[in-house]
């Protein structure tokens, strides 16, 4: 069942990278016309890290046999999130008369951080939701969060300052710290694979204590 769910995940995620791609393709045949933004290119390439965040978080799923039609949603609607995020992070083409990135990320920017802060949300959800699959227990919003402390709060705190303020220096750090943050948690997850984290296989190896003592003892 995990397989048919990664493998239509996996299409919409491919999907927003082709367009972000293909977006930025656009911007290299037209780059006599383009007036760069570095503050709009770090944002693009966030959105990228990200989707290869949602790719690879795809992975906590594997030790779950049985999935809801909640679970379902929790696995798509980020994903189809992110999407539209790599649809907006970048125009669809260059006007003859050219283009300021600056500008058209500031005029974008409020939907952008929206979708974001929306993913980040139905990620949180996700997590609570595979935690009381695998081990049996609900937990609260304040324990989820404590167990990813760097991706929640601060993120949607950058989030909220992103689209408020006006300022392109503000801009500019606020999306260094987000591309920091986002990379951080792809990094982090790297470690845990190899297994060099305690907490790596944790939820993991209480899917396979449950699958082998059924009744809890």
Sequence with gaps: MFAYLAAFVSIILALAVSDLVQSFHRFLRARTRV???????IAAAT??????????????????ERFTYFDLLTLIVPAILLS??????????????????????MDNRRLLYLLQALWVFGVFVRLMDLFESV?????????????????TVPLLCLFALLCWSGSMRVQLIGVIAVFALVNG??????????????????IRRTAKQRARFPTGR
């Design 47 to 64: 959105v990228f890290m990200a989707i290869l965040e949602e790719f690879f978080g795809l992975w906590r799923f594997t030790g779950v």
């Design 185 to 202: 948690t792809i990094a982090n997850r790297s470690r845990r694979a190899t297994g060099r984290s305690p907490r790596a296989v944790t």
């Design 84 to 105: 539209i995020a790599a649809m907006t992070v970048l125009p669809d083409d260059v006007p003859d008369e050219g283009l300021d990135l600056a500008q058209y990320y």
């Design 35 to 41: 007036k760069w933004s570095l503050t709009g290119l």
């Design 135 to 151: 081990t049996g227990r609900t937990t609260s919003t304040f324990e989820m969060a404590a167990m990813f402390p760097w991706q």
